[in-house]
């Protein structure tokens, strides 16, 4: 028998202490290899011998888009997961802002969906529901193809991703 999961891994969590809500939002197609990074990383992060906070909501978001539009507005930080060209050796794993992310300025290749985050984030900045903090997590990846599994040089990376995410599930 299966068990019943007390609240869903998507559902938004009453808000911490503070009043923090923290969105943490895994991107990617777990079918294409390294392109499945974000989901895997939120795999990961749902360890039992490390319970997550109150207030934090974990994500599977898949391949993202104008879905993240429902999700923004009920944040107060929203960390994103997702594979990035970088430009860099496969595993990089590199942090970002919005706002580091600018059209024709930036290396970064972020998204391979429908919408790209740039997209997004302009759009729920137009509409007033940006969360007042957001975090990308860009890991580079090696192999975007037919398959289940990470490269192992992706897959190395996921310690580097978990403890980033940790981090600013913490920063105050």
């Known amino acids: 028998m299966a068990r019943k999961r007390e609240k869903p891994a998507g559902t938004l969590l009453p808000a911490r202490g503070g009043g923090e809500r923290i969105a943490v939002i895994g991107l990617g197609n777990v079918l294409m290899r390294d392109e499945g990074v974000g989901i895997r990383a939120l795999e990961r992060l749902l360890s039992p011998a490390r319970p997550l906070p109150g207030g934090v909501a974990v994500i599977e978001a898949g391949l993202g888009g104008l879905n993240l539009l429902d999700i ?3 944040t107060s930080k929203a960390i ?3 594979a ?3 430009n860099r050796p496969p595993g990089t794993v ?3 802002q919005p706002e580091e ?3 024709g300025s930036s290396p970064v290749g972020l998204s391979c969906h429908n919408f790209g985050l740039l997209d997004i984030f302009e759009l729920a900045r137009n509409l007033g ?3 007042p903090r957001v975090v990308v997590i860009g890991i580079e990846p090696k192999e975007i193809s037919w398959g289940n599994d990470l490269s192992s040089e992706v897959a190395a990376a996921l310690p580097s991703v978990i403890e980033l995410i940790w981090d600013e599930i913490l920063a105050v």
């Open 80 to 82: 994103i997961i997702d």
């Open 94 to 96: 590199r942090r970002f």
């Open 129 to 131: 529901t940006l969360p």
């Open 101 to 103: 992310l600018a059209y």
């Open 84 to 86: 990035a060209r970088m």
């Open 72 to 74: 923004f507005p009920h």
